[in-house]
C-alpha cells in the first residue's frame, strides 16, 4: 500500500492548480518584434482576443478612441513615472476627451516588456483579470508610453454599453 505525505499531497495539489491556470494563458501570436512600439493593431487583437477565448470571452473589436484615451493614460504614467489609474485626469474624463461616451473599465501596469507578459501579469491580479475577460465589455483600445531611461507603461481601457451594467 502506498503512503503519501502531508507535503506530497500539498505538492501534487499545487501542480495541479498551475495546470489548470496554464491552460487559460494560450500562445500567444508571434510578434514581429519584441518592441512593444511596433507591434500592429492585427498583433494587438489577435493577441487579446486569443487570450479572451482561451478563457471562454467573447472577441473583442478595436476601438481608436480607447486607444487615443489609453495613449493619453500611458504618456501621463510615463511622463511622472508613477503607475496609477487617476494622475490629475480621471478615467472617465481621458475617454470623455477622447469622444468614448459608454461604460469603460481600466488596466494599467508597468515594467513589462512584451505584450505576452503584461497579458499575464493582467491575467494573475483578479481585478485586471476581470476587466480583460469582462463579457460586458465589447472594444478596446492599448497603448504603451515610455519614461526617459526607458521604463515601459501600458494602458488598456476596455469598454461597451451602460446598458449590459443594468442588467
Not at 492548480?17 to 518584434?33: E, G, K
Not at 487615443?68 to 500611458?74: D, P, Y
Not at 476627451?97 to 461604460?103: D, I, V
Not at 531611461?149 to 451602460?162: D, H, N, P, Q, R
Amino acid at each position: 500500500m502506498t503512503h503519501f505525505s502531508r507535503r506530497m499531497v500539498l505538492a501534487l495539489g499545487a501542480a495541479g492548480l498551475l495546470s489548470a491556470c496554464s491552460a487559460t494563458i494560450p500562445p500567444l501570436p508571434a510578434a514581429t518584434s519584441d518592441r512593444p512600439e511596433t507591434l500592429t493593431r492585427d498583433e494587438i487583437i489577435a493577441a487579446i482576443n486569443a487570450t479572451r477565448k482561451a478563457n471562454g470571452a467573447p472577441a473583442w473589436a478595436y476601438n481608436p478612441r480607447l486607444e487615443t484615451a489609453a495613449l493619453s493614460q500611458a504618456r501621463l504614467m510615463a511622463r511622472k513615472d508613477t503607475l496609477s489609474h487617476d494622475l490629475g485626469v480621471t478615467l472617465r474624463q481621458r475617454v470623455t476627451e477622447a469622444g468614448y461616451l459608454g461604460a469603460v473599465g481600466e488596466n494599467v501596469a508597468k515594467g513589462y516588456k512584451t505584450l505576452p507578459t503584461v497579458i499575464e501579469g493582467w491575467l494573475a491580479s483578479p481585478g485586471h483579470r476581470s476587466t480583460l475577460l469582462s463579457p460586458k465589455f465589447v472594444e478596446f483600445g492599448l497603448a504603451t508610453a515610455r519614461t526617459s531611461s526607458g521604463k515601459l507603461y501600458w494602458a488598456m481601457i476596455a469598454g461597451g454599453s451602460f446598458d449590459a451594467w443594468r442588467a
